[in-house]
T-cell receptor
Framework: AQTVTQSQPEMSVQEAETVTLSCTYDTSESDYYLFWYKQPPSRQMILVIRQEAYKQQNATENRFSVNFQKAAKSFSLKISDSQLGDAAMYFC????????FGQGTRLTINP | GAGVSQSPSNKVTEKGKDVELRCDPISGHTALYWYRQRLGQGLEFLIYFQGNSAPDKSGLPSDRFSAERTGESVSTLTIQRTQQEDSAVYLCASSPSWGMNTEAFFGQGTRLTVV
């Protein structure tokens, strides 16, 4: 069975600084996708970034980038120039036919 | 509508009663997913539908849980004889096609409280 582990229940960072959220996963499949979702207090799940496992190049979306290490089954999210609006729960997810989520990391941005 | 719509937003029910939760996916989306999120936890897969194929029910926690979807339209998640442990937010998502090569769009969920 696929599992996703986020070892940091909570993280905090100063506004404008950089923070990295960790994620590891376990799967025997070779073709899959990895995702980071953001969940603010509104409960709305928002896709932050997606990585295709067959692509070696790390995905980037503006201030958000990932460090994808396929052999190590690691998929960390780096947020640069943190903003107050980045405060939320962040979920790492693995997907082939369905999404399997980690337990989440609560990110706090300190002004 | 423009997004995935779920109703009701909040539901309080007495232990032992049945509840129905509704999900209206984005028009044209063939895949539909249900997840459960307990307080402070991640999302737990329940079931997904893809077009007219047999649904993947592997995540349903007990036979008290069932879901239906007619074609590519509305889905209903039914919980029979609710228990306090069923209290959670139930999230629905839809995507344009099978598999994760396309983005899944989530609704805002139904918060179910069993008292």
């Amino acid at each position: 069975a696929q599992t996703v582990t986020q070892s940091q229940p909570e993280m905090s960072v100063q506004e404008a600084e950089t923070v990295t959220l960790s994620c590891t996963y376990d799967t025997s499949e070779s073709d899959y996708y990895l995702f980071w979702y953001k969940q603010p207090p509104s409960r709305q799940m928002i896709l932050v970034i997606r990585q295709e496992a067959y692509k070696q190049q790390n995905a980037t979306e503006n201030r958000f980038s990932v460090n994808f290490q396929k052999a190590a089954k690691s998929f960390s999210l780096k947020i640069s120039d943190s903003q107050l609006g980045d405060a939320a729960m962040y979920f790492c997810a693995w997907g082939a036919q369905k999404l399997v989520f980690g337990q989440g990391t609560r990110l706090t941005i300190n002004p | 509508g423009a997004g995935v719509s779920q109703s009701p937003s909040n539901k309080v029910t007495e232990k032992g009663k049945d509840v129905e939760l509704r999900c209206d996916p984005i028009s044209g989306h063939t895949a539909l997913y249900w997840y459960r999120q307990r307080l402070g936890q991640g999302l737990e897969f329940l079931i997904y539908f893809q077009g007219n194929s047999a649904p993947d029910k592997s995540g349903l926690p007990s036979d008290r849980f069932s879901a239906e979807r007619t074609g590519e339209s509305v889905s209903t998640l039914t919980i029979q004889r609710t228990q306090q442990e069923d209290s959670a937010v139930y999230l629905c998502a839809s995507s344009p096609s099978w598999g994760m090569n396309t983005e899944a769009f989530f609704g805002q969920g139904t918060r179910l409280t069993v008292v």
